[in-house]
T-cell receptor
Framework: RKEVEQDPGPFNVPEGATVAFNCTYSNSASQSFFWYRQDCRKEPKLLMSVYSSGNEDGRFTAQLNRASQYISLLIRDSKLSDSATYLCAVPPLYGGATNKLIFGTGTLLAVQP | DAMVIQNPRYQVTQFGKPVTLSCSQTLNHNVMYWYQQKSSQAPKLLFHYYDKDFNNEADTPDNFQSRRPNTSFCFLDIRSPGLGDAAMYLC?????????????FGQGTRLTVV
C-alpha cells in the first residue's frame, strides 16, 4: 500500500457545485495532515491543516477519519478560481523528528463556467 | 515578502554540465527540504537537512548532492544532469519544534536539460 494515495482525477464540476476529494494514508500513527493547493507550474501552497477531527475555513472543510485512515477535502460553492491540483501530505512511516512530508499524486479539479 | 526564495526561477543546462540551484529562507526554520517534481507527478523528496544533519532519501541518485552552509541557505548540486533530470525543483522549510509542521515552499526552479 502506498503511503499516501489520492482520488484519481480530473474532477470536472460546474460552478457552484460541491466537490469532495479523499486521501488515504498508511501510517496509523500520523498526527498531522495537510492539504496543499498547487496551480499549474507554481509551487504548492498550504490550504488547510488537520490536527484533530477536522478543520473548516469558509467554503473549505477538511475532515479526518482515523478509523479508516483517510482525510477528505470538501469544497462548497465551487468557483472558477478553485481550479487547481490539490495535494494531500502526511508524515511518512519512518518519519522521525524532522516531520518531513510525503505527498500524494494530487487531484486535479477543473471548475467549469 | 517572499519567505523562501529560490534562484534562478528557470535554469537551462547542458547534458552532463554541473548545475547548482539555490534556496534561501527568512523564516529561521531548522529544516530545509529539496523536492523534485515532474509533470503530473507528486513532489518527490530528494533529501533534507535538520539543522546541519543531512538526510538522504534511499532512492535519491548519487548525482544529486546538497549543501547547507548556514541556517538560511541550502544548495542543490546536480553533478551530471541527464535528460531525465528535467523537472521543477522545489525547496521547502519547516520548523520541527512548533505545533505546526507544514512545509513552506519557494517558487521553484524549473530545470531544462539540453
Amino acid at each position: 500500500r502506498k503511503e499516501v494515495e489520492q482520488d484519481p482525477g480530473p474532477f470536472n464540476v460546474p460552478e457552484g457545485a460541491t466537490v469532495a476529494f479523499n486521501c488515504t494514508y498508511s501510517n496509523s500513527a500520523s498526527q498531522s495532515f495537510f492539504w496543499y493547493r498547487q496551480d499549474c507550474r507554481k509551487e504548492p501552497k498550504l490550504l488547510m491543516s488537520v490536527y484533530s477531527s477536522g478543520n473548516e475555513d469558509g467554503r473549505f472543510t477538511a475532515q479526518l477519519n482515523r478509523a479508516s485512515q483517510y482525510i477528505s477535502l470538501l469544497i462548497r460553492d465551487s468557483k472558477l478560481s478553485d481550479s487547481a491540483t490539490y495535494l494531500c501530505a502526511v508524515p511518512p512511516l519512518y518519519g522521525g523528528a524532522t516531520n518531513k512530508l510525503i505527498f500524494g499524486t494530487g487531484t486535479l479539479l477543473a471548475v467549469q463556467p | 515578502d517572499a519567505m523562501v526564495i529560490q534562484n534562478p526561477r528557470y535554469q537551462v543546462t547542458q547534458f552532463g554540465k554541473p548545475v547548482t540551484l539555490s534556496c534561501s529562507q527568512t523564516l529561521n526554520h531548522n529544516v530545509m527540504y529539496w523536492y523534485q517534481q515532474k509533470s503530473s507527478q507528486a513532489p518527490k523528496l530528494l533529501f533534507h537537512y535538520y539543522d546541519k544533519d543531512f538526510n538522504n532519501e534511499a532512492d535519491t541518485p548519487d548525482n544529486f548532492q546538497s549543501r547547507r552552509p548556514n541556517t538560511s541557505f541550502c544548495f542543490l548540486d546536480i553533478r551530471s544532469p541527464g535528460l531525465g533530470d528535467a523537472a521543477m525543483y522545489l525547496c521547502a522549510t519547516s520548523r520541527v519544534d512548533s505545533a505546526s509542521t507544514e512545509a513552506f515552499f519557494g517558487q521553484g526552479t524549473r530545470l531544462t536539460v539540453v
